[in-house]
T-cell receptor, first 113, second 113 residues
Framework: NAGVTQTPKFRVLKTGQSMTLLCAQD?????MYWYRQDPGMGLRLIHY???????AKGEVPDGYNVSRLKKQNFLLGLESAAPSQTSVYFC????????????FGQGTRLTVV | DAKTTQPNSMESNEEEPVHLPCNHS???????IHWYRQLPSQGPEYVIH???SNVNNRMASLAIAEDRKSSTLILHRATLRDAAVYYC??????????????FGKGTKLSVIP
């Protein structure tokens, strides 16, 4: 199994450009998450989803949109990128239960210039 | 939501045991205690979790205080590969908080050869 796969791994954007980050999981997990991690900081939750067709805001949702049209995919969109969105983005998934293990992707390093 | 407190950093000598503490004095009776770690330039990975009883797996042991207000992650024999940031996370059994995994800043463990 591939687990959690993030696409792309690296990207440089100009201020104002848009892009979509793709997270794909092959474990049939209900819950999926998008986090960002700034240098020297812990992970902060951007948005999450508890099932196909549902999304919810996390701690730092401003400037991002998400969609979960298929259970295995969770998309993170930046409509108008800003330098403050330069970060490493991690996707995660886990089954529907509080005592289960979450699986993380390897991250997407995004630089906005 | 209950919060956790961890030391910012710890050091250990290679091949010695490591005890990583976590305080969660406001934990509720149904909060699970999870530990994740993040190796340099990688996404977090699951280490262990528990509710009331001590837990062991191939990676580590989790010792939970009788009053559940603190827990300790035990690495029995530290290796250089164990150098990482270790996160202690509480997950409610039910409710909106059960969907989320909220990361703090964690403890940065350095392993000295």
């Amino acid at each position: 199994n591939a687990g959690v796969t993030q696409t792309p791994k690296f990207r440089v954007l100009k201020t104002g450009q848009s892009m979509t980050l793709l997270c794909a999981q092959d474990m049939n997990h209900e819950y999926m998450y998008w986090y960002r991690q700034d240098p020297g900081m812990g992970l902060r939750l951007i948005h999450y989803s508890v099932g196909e067709g549902t999304t919810a805001k996390g701690e730092v949702p401003d400037g991002y949109n998400v969609s979960r049209l298929k259970k295995q995919n969770f998309l993170l969109g930046l409509e108008s990128a800003a330098p403050s969105q330069t970060s490493v983005y991690f996707c995660a998934s886990r089954p529907e239960a509080p005592n289960t293990e979450a699986f993380f992707g390897q991250g997407t390093r995004l630089t906005v210039v | 939501d209950a919060k956790t407190t961890q030391p910012n950093s710890m050091e250990s000598n290679e091949e010695e045991p490591v005890h990583l503490p976590c305080n969660h004095s406001t934990i509720s009776g149904t909060d699970y205690i999870h530990w994740y770690r993040q190796l340099p330039s990688q996404g977090p990975e699951y280490v262990i979790h528990g509710l009331t009883s001590n837990v062991n797996n191939r990676m580590a042991s989790l010792a939970i205080a009788e009053d559940r207000k603190s827990s300790t992650l035990i690495l029995h024999r530290a290796t250089l590969r164990d150098a990482a940031v270790y996160y202690c996370i509480l997950t409610p059994y039910s409710g909106a908080g059960s969907y989320q995994l909220t990361f703090g800043k964690g403890t940065k463990l350095s392993v000295i050869p």
